[in-house]
Each structure stands twice: as structure tokens, then as C-alpha cells.
DNA sequence: ACCGGGGTGTTACCTCGGGTAACATCGTCG
DNA sequence: CGACGATGTTACCCGAGGTAACACCCCGGT
């Protein structure tokens, strides 16, 4: 029997122990769940980064395809750009440790890093900066538009998802209508408040 | 002579090697930098955290009152969505360590964490969402909205923010400008490119 | 029947980073 | 002087990533 099938193992065990510690659960914890101890992980994997990669891959392409698809709809724009909120927010919130996970990577790599978006979320931010690109006209800056935008959304759904998930102030629906209002230009159009001078907002240290 | 003065240089040393070798900095590397040995920062901080914390509120007001004295300008509201931005990109621009410490916290503690938002960001968090809250007439949702909108800006602002960091793709200026196009509802106004449907994207694996 | 290779697995170890215990020193205040 | 509180030290513990060396087991080839 080939490796693939023992790899398949692997990751499972993998994916239990994390679903179950969140991320950042150890090789040990993870051998341990598998059954067996750390090297063959190493064997497999290489390293963590390896392991978390795969795993990482393994989920990604669910959520990826279905921001994919979503992206692809044939809806009116606003109907589409709320399709694409509530997939993605209806993603973490099925299996929250399993998006942490593809969201909140541990860092690791000092290399490179430095990135808000982790390899999947760059993902999503690619898919959404080719949507743009082919889907609006945006004139001769399109490209760095798109391409700002895409880092841009999914920054921003990536945060107030994350708020979401952890306080659910409201239902998914009306967070779908925030975010979308949002990027609406929902700021834009409304309207002044009388007082928009305020006293000099309080300036604790915010012991946090 | 008293504790404080001590502190000051110890912060100052993690404050170098910080700026030198990126967050992630080892705390033997910042005792060393300090000519001292880890033990005295242990019991001036604590642990880690402690030293993190510290550093990052001796950094996070600068950036905090910034922000927070942008967000009072007394401008037509575009612009002053414009200079919030300028500001931020601006401080990420002059010391990227530093904002990386204060934008990218190593994760640590396993306990509350998943959340997107590094402290300081979450403050400018805050802070956005405040000045919503006191400037917009957003009706009956205001509170919602402008809470969503607080995280979701500042998400997005530090995902643009990093890739425009890493990559330059742009002047500032043009980059402050996209964001605010983008929070200007330029993607709900622009037009439809012609052929809107395209022949499926290609689904590569995409080896990261 | 023998042997070798590639899979399985093990124990035991290394390194490095966070964190601590125990001890030594210096200056100041009563 | 003595005591206290700060300074500093060496030496250690622990947990986690990662590796070396060894053992087993099956299967196919000669």
C-alpha cells in the first residue's frame, strides 16, 4: 500500500486533534492522536509547515471553490458581492477551528512574513481581484484597483468576520447587509450627523 | 534611583533588536542588546507578553493619536477618510518593524486568540467606530454598523496596508486613493465590463 | 530459501526559546 | 553596622520542533 492512503490518515488524525485544540496543537499531540509518534510525521511531512500546509490545502479548496463559484454568479453585482459575504462567512462559521486555521496560521517562517493574509486568504484575495478585473470597469487604473481591492475585502472580511464569529452581535443575513452596505458606499451617501464636533474623546491607556 | 529609568532602557534595547531582527525576536537577543541577561527582564516584565505589551503601548499611542486626531479633522468627509488612511499608511511607512510588533503580535497565548485584530488595531478599531458612530446618520442600525464598519475598515486597511508594504505597487497617495474609491462605493457605481461571464476560471491546485 | 528495499514503527537524543531558582553584589538609608 | 532593594549572575527546567539510529515486516527477485 502506497503512502497516500497512511497520509490521508495522518491528516485526519490531524484535523481531529486541531479541531479540538485549535491551531498551534503540537506534533506530539498530533502523533499522539494518530497513534503513532513524531518522526513518521516528519517522514510524511517534512515539517510543521508541511503538515499545516497540507491540511491547509486540504480545506482550502472547499472554501476557494465556493467563493469561486459564488464570485461567478450570474446576479447583479450587489446581489453577487452578498453571495460572496455569506459564503464566506457561512464557511467560518461551520467549522470555526478549521478556518481559524487557514486564517490565523501560526507564523513560524520569519522569512516572508509579515503578511495579514495567510496562503489561503491570499487566495480568496487573487479570485476577487480577477473577478474585478473581468467583471468591472474601472478605467485605466483597473489593476491596481483590482488588485487593491482584493487584499482590501478580504482583509476587511477576514476582521469583521472574526468579530462576527466571536461576539455574533446579529445574524449572518444582517452582517452580509453591513459589510455589502459598506462596501456601497453606504459611508458615502449618508448623511451628516448635527454634531459632528465632539469634546475630545477620553484618552485612557487602555490597560489591555 | 527608581525602577522607571531601567524600564526605559530595557525598552529601548527591545526597541532595537526589534527593529533590527523583526518581532520574533528572541528575549536572550534583547537581554544581550541590553548588555544584560534575561532574568532582569523577566522580573521587570513578566514574561514575553509583558515586554510585547509594553513595547507596543509605547508605540500604539503614536499611531493611536494619529489616527484619532485624523479622524477629528475638521474636513468634508472623503477627505478625511483620505487622511485617516495617509496616517496609517504613513506610520506603516516610516518604522515597518515597529508596526509590524504592533500589527502582527506573535500569537502566544492560545487562550482568547483567533482574533484578526492585534490589540493596537483593535483600539484604532475603536476609534473608527466611535467616530462613525458620533459623525454618520446611519439610522436605526447605527450602533451595528458602525462596529462592523470599525473592524472591517481597519482589517482592510491592514491587509492593503501590507501588501502595499511588501510589494509598492504604487505611490501612497494613489494607494490612500484606491481605498477610499473602494469605501466610496466606486465598485458598486462602475460598470459592467462587456463580457461579464468568462470561460471558468482555471483550477490549478496551486502548489504554495 | 535467501536477501534487499521500502514501507512501518520505535527510543533517544539535539537545539532553542521561554521561564525560574538560587546565589552574589552594590548602594543607600536607618 | 546592618538591612533592604535594586542590580546582576550562572545554571537549570520544560516543552516543542526536529533528527539519528535502530528494528520490524512484507514482498518481490534471484
Known sequence: MSREPRREQLLNAADRVIQREGPGASMNAIAAEAGITKPILYRHFGDRNGLIGALTERH??????????????????????EHVLDTYLA?????????RLLTHPEPGDPSGAGNALAPALRQIAEEITRAVQNQVDLGADRDLLAEAWGRGITGMVLAAGDWWLETRPCSRTRMVQALADLLWGRLAAAADLPTAVLPAAPVEPAAD
Not at 482550502?60 to 458581492?81: H, K, N, Q, S, Y
Not at 464557511?91 to 478556518?99: H, K, L, M, S, T
Open 60 to 81: 482550502t479548496g472547499g472554501l476557494l471553490a465556493a467563493v469561486r463559484a459564488a464570485l461567478a454568479e450570474p446576479l447583479e453585482r450587489r446581489d453577487r458581492v
Open 91 to 99: 464557511g467560518i462559521e461551520a467549522r470555526p477551528q478549521v478556518y
